[in-house]
């Protein structure tokens, strides 16, 4: 994407990214992240080896779903029928 289509959507999001709006959701990402904390512990205490990237991927869905749509996907603890097909378009 490049040009005034980038201009435009860039212009959309923008807010969302900015340090001011983040600096009032870090309680809200601070939720996130410490659910993946306790899913890293999990698999330590078991000693499994385990896809960090798609543990990777779970928090970054949820944060930005977080910050930038202002909704709770929770995927990182349950399957969510709304970024399925994100998730599969990203692993593909």
Do not use: C
């Not at 601070?30 to 779970?58: G, P, Q, S, T």
């Amino acid at each position: 994407m490049e040009g005034q289509m980038w201009k435009t959507w860039r212009s959309i999001f923008n807010p969302d990214f900015s340090s001011h709006h983040l600096m009032t959701l870090v309680l809200e990402i601070m939720e996130d992240v410490m659910i993946f904390r306790d899913i890293l512990r999990e698999h330590v205490a078991k000693a499994n080896m385990f896809a960090l990237e798609d543990a990777a991927l779970n928090i970054t869905m949820d944060v930005i779903g977080r910050v930038a749509l202002d909704v709770r996907f929770n995927i990182q603890q349950a399957y969510n029928d709304m970024t399925a097909p994100l998730h599969n378009q990203i692993r593909s």
